[in-house]
């Protein structure tokens, strides 16, 4: 549980200043043709958080109550009030019950949190811990400023940079010191200087920033692996060298792993363009392979061949051998 202080603290900067945190979700998307709750086995949808009654995401209505567990970047609030804890624009991970659309656990774990090191007005990005955040709304990057302490939630594009679908300046400077955190895929092992690679895409085709650590850091496994998705804690401002310096390394699993056969609402942006022919594709949405059918049903009008690079998409379908079947995909 969040310690109180801290909440009214957060909450009290943002009454201050109205502008502090903002959803950069798009709107005005259109109703979906999917429906929550799956017919057997687990119901998980990922996507942000787009309206309440009691909480949307995918376009469909997800119902809460006092058995809904309510968890923030790791943090049990499930007696908090939804539109308090779940942010529109946050990206979330839903798991509802089989045949209906009770939500069981709501989970948002932000993509990164740190000080804004450097800014280009010219494309609205800047730079967090050596990671690029994209602000796809020119009226909020200009509520920014460089050395903003920020907490960002997105969606990964197929060059490793984040687009911003919500952000909250934690404090403006000047600034008391406070730990930042990165969430990322190891890739670059075995290494001998007790260091990794951390990107924001499985496959570490990503740019990637060099992670230092020591080995009596704790928390962190034995056995760190390539692939791996970790939280990384860190006291550094911004790269050295492109490396920072970890205080702590935490395993997590990543929100686009699935259960076997669970049905899965996914949205997210492509990140690697479709191979195949005719409607039978494989593609992947923040490194998730999905694979359509010919039976696949796209929304509005839309065909296989409008799955491009960056293209921002729905996909429902059901988790096979660690591939998502896509039944439905709305392109948005």
């Not at 109180?4 to 998307?29: D, E, K, M, N, Y």
């Not at 086995?41 to 376009?59: C, F, Q």
């Not at 609205?124 to 811990?129: M, Y």
């Not at 050395?147 to 679908?165: H, K, M, Q, Y």
């Amino acid at each position: 549980m969040i310690p109180a202080r801290r909440s009214i603290r957060i909450l009290a900067g943002a009454l201050l200043l109205a502008s502090v945190a903002f959803s950069l979700s798009a709107c005005g998307l259109g109703g979906s043709e999917f429906a929550g709750g799956g017919t057997g086995g687990t119901g998980i949808s990922t996507g942000a958080v787009s309206g309440y009654g009691s909480v949307v995401v995918n376009d469909v209505h997800y119902n809460t109550n006092a058995k809904t567990k309510k968890i923030s970047n790791g943090n049990d609030n499930s007696a908090a009030i939804d539109q308090e804890l779940f942010r529109v624009g946050m990206v979330v991970t839903i798991r509802y019950s089989p045949g209906d659309n009770n939500a069981r656990e709501i989970e948002y774990r932000d993509n990164l949190k740190g000080p804004i090191s450097s800014m280009s007005s010219w494309d609205n990005t800047f730079e967090v811990l050596g990671l690029t955040v994209v602000v796809d709304n020119g009226e909020a990057f200009a509520k920014l400023s460089p050395n903003d302490f920020v907490e960002v939630s997105g969606f990964v594009d197929s060059a490793g940079r984040i687009l911003a679908t919500y952000i909250e300046r934690k404090m403006q400077t000047p600034r008391p010191p406070e730990e930042s955190e990165v969430k990322g895929f190891v890739s670059g092992l075995p290494t001998t200087d007790n260091t990794f690679l951390l990107g924001l895409l499985p496959d570490g085709s990503a740019p990637v920033v060099t992670v230092f650590h020591a080995t009596a850091i704790s928390g962190l496994p034995e056995g760190l692996e390539n692939g791996a998705y970790v939280q990384v804690t860190t006291n550094d401002t911004m790269p050295s060298g492109g490396r920072i310096t970890g205080t702590r390394v935490e395993i997590l699993p990543p929100r686009t792993g699935f259960p076997e056969k669970s049905i899965v609402d996914l949205e997210g942006l492509v990140t690697a363009p479709p191979s195949g022919s005719g409607n039978v594709l494989s593609f992947a949405v923040e490194g998730k392979v999905v694979r359509t059918e010919e039976a696949t049903v796209f929304a509005g009008g839309k065909t296989a061949a409008d799955i491009q690079r960056d293209a921002r998409l729905l996909v429902r379908g059901t988790e096979a051998g660690g591939v998502l079947s896509a039944v439905n995909i709305i392109i948005r």
